[in-house]
């Protein structure tokens, strides 16, 4: 059986007196994509935050490998090497070109050299469908195509794991469709993911497993057959038949 490459476990996070995750306990397989489902408010971006660590858990334990990144002594910084981040808003570097922004973070912390870098910011570019976009700025580039090289830069970062936060939701409609397409078309490489999503149908296609959040916990999993075909709890339900109906 394949072992867990990351796994929480009874993971709570509170701002001030508001509890954002109540004990939460999920593990996550190389090569699987798990997709978190839930309203708005749910603690689906928090909990991913928290994997990475841009949230400091308020209590709980983050494990990669079988080490629990929380203990004392363990390197952060090497952690974070091993798992990429896309985020809803892009964060690109808007005065360096495509090619620029996809090898900065290789030369600097992966301490590659100019050419190894280029040559795999090239590779994850093709991947993405950018590669002719590689002398762009960021400026000239649509949102659909930003978030492409998002993606692209934290590819060429070669992450263990990465993380999807809501990534087509600062897009317009017509854009949403390339992001997932490229999204879908790394799924298939076996590359692990975790991805937090409003995209019901991308979901189902897509995942392994699909997590539902609701109000702070984790109120069902299952395959994207048992959730989306039959769920069992009452909230899952109403959530999915309020979002379906919207689709």
């Known amino acids: 059986m394949t072992e867990s490459i990351i796994e929480i476990k009874h993971l709570k996070k509170s701002f001030g007196d508001n509890e954002v995750l109540k004990d939460i306990d999920f593990a996550v397989k190389k090569g699987e994509v798990v997709s978190i489902i839930g309203s708005s408010g749910s603690g689906k971006s928090t909990l991913l935050r928290c994997i990475n660590l841009l949230e400091t858990p308020t209590s709980g334990e983050i494990y990669y490998k079988g080490e629990n990144v929380l203990a004392k002594g363990y390197s952060l910084t090497k952690y974070r090497t091993h798992l990429g981040m896309v985020f809803q808003s892009f964060n690109l570097f ?4 495509v090619l620029e922004n996809c090898t900065t973070g290789q030369t600097t912390v992966l301490k590659r050299d100019n050419a ?3 040559k795999v910011a090239l590779a994850n ?3 993405v469908g950018m590669a002719s976009f590689q ?3 960021p ?3 649509s949102g659909g195509q930003k978030q492409r ?3 692209a830069r934290a590819l060429s970062m070669n992450p263990d794991v990465m993380l999807f936060d809501e990534p087509t939701s600062a897009l317009d409609p017509e854009m949403v469709g390339e992001v997932l397409k490229a999204m879908k078309d790394l799924a298939h490489t076996g590359l692990t993911m975790v991805i937090v999503t409003h995209e019901m149908a991308f979901a189902r296609d897509v995942s392994d497993r699909v997590i539902f959040m ?3 916990v984790i109120a069902e999993e299952g395959t994207p057959e048992e959730i989306f075909g039959h769920p069992k709890e009452a ?3 109403e959530f999915l038949s309020r979002v379906l109906e919207s689709e």
């Open 135 to 137: 002398n762009a700025m």
């Open 94 to 97: 808007n005065n360096l070109n």
């Open 149 to 151: 090289v998002a993606l």
């Open 235 to 237: 909230r899952t339900k």
């Open 214 to 216: 609701d109000k702070g």
């Open 139 to 141: 400026a000239q580039l």
């Open 116 to 118: 190894e870098a280029k």
């Open 125 to 127: 570019l093709e991947k």
